[in-house]
Nanobody
Framework: QVNLVESGGGSVRPGESLRLACAASGSIISIIDIDWYRQTPGNERELVAQ???????NYADSVKGRFTVSRDIAKNAAYLQMDSLKPEDTATYFC?????????????????WGQGTQVTVSS
């Protein structure tokens, strides 16, 4: 079983920054990709950013140029640096990690979600 722990959320003013962290633990063999989603009440989760195994990254248009996703392979961790935050960035942010884990003698694919961390941007 792979567990994810998120941290770094909080309340900030418009224009300020936050850095979210997502740490994965368990019998992880390798990580395929790490995704950051966000969700507001009554809405579906929106893919905000992702970093693939190759190191390439993708961003939603709404955050391009303001958010930066990175990872620490040795620590099985990922980060989302959020700069120039706007009130419309207010949401609960979730990380999702897809990869391979050891289950007994087998290698199985997993997709795990973090518990979510609240980001509030308000003046």
């Amino acid at each position: 079983q792979v567990n994810l722990v998120e941290s770094g959320g909080g309340s900030v003013r418009p224009g300020e920054s936050l850095r979210l962290a997502c740490a994965a633990s368990g019998s992880i063999i390798s990580i395929i990709d790490i995704d950051w989603y966000r969700q507001t009440p009554g809405n579906e989760r929106e893919l905000v950013a992702q970093i693939l195994n190759s190191g390439s990254t993708n961003y939603a248009d709404s955050v391009k140029g303001r958010f930066t996703v990175s990872r620490d392979i040795a620590k099985n961790a990922a980060y989302l640096q959020m700069d120039s935050l706007k009130p419309e960035d207010t949401a609960t942010y979730f990380c999702r990690v897809v990869g391979w884990e050891q289950e007994g003698l087998r290698r199985v694919m997993f997709a795990s979600w973090g518990q979510g961390t609240q980001v509030t941007v308000s003046s």
